[in-house]
Every structure is written in C-alpha cells, then in structure tokens.
C-alpha cells in the first residue's frame, strides 16, 4: 500500500459517526493464524475470500442471476404482450370493465418489466469515475418505478368503477367475460412459474449454508412477480363474477366491484417491494442481516479489542456491504486479524464487498464519543 493511502486511511479515523459501546464483553475468541507485531492500518475490499478479483465469488453468482433474471423477465414480457391484446380484445367484446381492468393491469406489468430488463442493462454496465459503485442501483429505480406506475393505473381505474356504478348505464357479455377470465387465469399461473425464484443457495468451497444473504432474491423479477400475483387474483376474482354474471345477469354490479376490491389487494401486494426500495435507498441494515450478530462475530475474532464506525448497507438488495474500523492489541498481528475477520464475515454473512481498516487499541477509546454505537 502506497504511502499516500496510508495517510487517506489514517485521516479516516477522524471522520467515525456516532455509535453505542462496542466492547469485548467476554465472547469467544476466534483464533488467529500467526501472532504478530505488525500494527500497519489496513483496508481491504473483497469479492471473494482472496485478493484476485478474477476468482469465482458473490459478484460472479451476481451476474448469474442477473442473465437468469433477463431470461425470466424477457420470457414473461412475451407472454404478458400477447395475452394483454387479448384480454383488451376479448374485455371489449363483453364491455366488462373489470376484464379491462385485468388487461390494464397486465399493461402495467408489461411496462414494467420492460422498465426492469432496462434497469438490469444499466446495472451491467461497468463502473466510472463518476458513477463509482457502477449503475446496480438501477435495478431498485427500477423496481420503484414499477410499483409508482400500477399505482396510477390502479387509481385511474377505480375511478372508472365509481363513475360506472353511478351511472348503471352498461351491458355486459357473460359468455365472452367467462372465458376471457378462464383464460386470464391460466396465464397469469404460467408467468408466476416463470417468474418465481426458489431462493435456495449453496455456499460451495465451504460449510453448506441457508443465510438469509444467499437467499436474497433479484428485485427486478421479485417486482414482476408479486404484479403477476396480484393480477392471478384479480383474473381469480374476474372469474368468479363471470361464473355469477352468467347465472345471475341482474348483478351486472359485480363488475366494478371487483375493481374495487381487487385495487386494494394490488395495493397491498406493492407495499412490501416499496419498503424494500426504501430501505436499500435510505442505506439501512439490509433486510434479514443481525446488525449485534455481524458486531459480535468481529469482537469474537482473537486480537480484537474494540470497533468503531461498523457500517452495513445494501448496493441492490442482494449485495449487502460492510466498513468497519477494528482496533487491535498490541501483540497481534494485524494482518492474521484481518484475514480472520474477513473469514468470518464471508463465510457466515455472504457479503459482497468488505472494507476493515485495522487500528491501535488505547484505553481511551472506551470513553471516546465517537467510539460509541448505534442507538435501537
């Protein structure tokens, strides 16, 4: 490390936010290597457990699963197309507001997933000088978008339910709306199977391992996929107003009822993807990642004494990241500590990218402010 980097590094310690204690409280010692006296401040960010970048690790099963999640969406699109032109054709031919509703909620799948294969090109694209961490955050642009976008159309079309209810003034064809819906259902079965992610992952060179940071699925096709479940319900609902309205044609005001009933449920199935999109924004501890479970496994690792500044944020929401400022004991080696912490940390928590910079330990970081942690 150049002499220049050493001094960045040294000038970082400065800049520690504020956090709640972070001491040794009797854990277990992960043992260390090789003991040492080489105390050199040291920053290190990882994509796999060595330094060469060229090996097989997080950002290689990334691009994995991002070529997987083009081939879904890109399959779904197509399926999604062809079948909104006839739901468009076939809610036109019934005048069933409710099929129309179906189609422009499938329009609005559509767009979206054009909006998130958009948004997985972008994120492939290499990093710059101005767009350091490169563009993986277009995935999550992506995914709010889409969630905004069946908003508005949801909300355009509960407004047509209302002005159709109070006017009366409409005709409905039951047989053509039966099998429109029949049909409706059964594609939005095929798209959820296209679209659906198991979330089983293997760690292999290593332990066999279900953390909850290989199960993180790509949000792009997680967007698709919960608007293909809402709109299966909606298709579900549409049918069996169809199979009333066959039987029962005086209850023509089933139809926009199911609009609104099934614009609620659309709305709800978005809210967990919208928090999701917030939290990576807003850099919070990334879902389903123990903020005191990563602390105490870096305390537990021998030769540590204290940590300050511990950050964990998420690039997209499968990438989480981690910084730390770990002070040592002055007689460990500095370089054993720190290929121990990064053991740890990539074996049990997966992350994608890990800096430690590596301090002095002095008893008056015990009292220091900046030394502290984070309040609950």
């Known amino acids: 490390m150049e002499a220049t980097e050493r001094k960045h590094l040294l000038d970082a310690r400065l800049g520690a936010g504020s956090y709640r204690s972070l001491w040794q409280d009797g854990a277990g010692r992960i043992p260390l290597s090789s003991p040492g006296l080489d105390l050199q401040p040291v920053e290190l960010a990882t994509k796999s457990n060595h330094y060469c970048h060229a090996q ?114 409409y005709e409905i064809e039951k047989g053509t709306m039966l099998i429109t819906s029949g049909c409706a259902v059964v594609v939005n079965i095929i798209m959820g199977l296209i679209l659906h992610q198991s979330g089983h992952g293997h760690s292999h060179g290593h332990e066999h391992s279900h953390d909850t940071s290989q199960q993180q699925e790509n949000p792009s096709v997680r967007a698709a996929f919960i608007h293909v479940v809402g709109d299966f319900l909606q298709s579900l609902g549409v049918l069996v107003a169809a199979f009333i309205l066959y039987f029962k044609p005086e209850y023509k005001f089933i139809d926009p009822i199911c609009t609104f009933l099934f614009s609620i449920l659309v709305l709800g199935t978005t809210l967990t993807i919208l928090r999701d999109v917030i939290l990576v924004l807003m850099e919070g501890t990334p879902r389903g990642m123990d903020f005191m479970a990563v602390r105490d496994l870096l305390l537990s690792v021998e030769g540590v004494e204290a940590l300050h500044s511990l950050h964990i944020w998420a690039l997209t929401v499968a990438q989480p990241i981690l910084s730390v400022h770990v002070a040592i004991a002055g007689n460990a080696d500095a370089q054993a500590v720190l290929k121990a912490a990064r053991t740890c940390l990539q074996g049990k928590f997966h992350f994608h990218t890990v800096t430690i910079q590596i301090e002095d330990y002095s008893e008056d970081m015990k009292d220091c402010q900046s030394c502290q942690g984070p309040s609950d």
């Open 56 to 169: 097989t690790g997080p950002s290689s099963d990334c691009d994995l699963k991002k070529k997987r999640a083009w081939r879904q969406l890109w399959v779904a699109c197509a399926f999604c197309l062809l079948f909104m032109i006839g739901e468009v054709t076939g809610g036109y031919l019934a005048h069933s507001l409710a099929i129309m509703t179906d189609a422009a909620h499938l329009l609005t799948d559509f767009a979206s997933m054009l909006i998130s294969l958009f948004s997985l090109w972008m994120s492939s694209r290499p990093a710059t000088k101005t767009m350091n961490f490169g563009w993986h955050r277009a995935e999550i642009l992506g995914a709010l978008i889409s969630v905004l976008s069946i908003w508005v159309v949801t909300g355009v079309l509960v407004y047509l339910a209302v002005e159709r209810l109070i006017s009366g003034d």
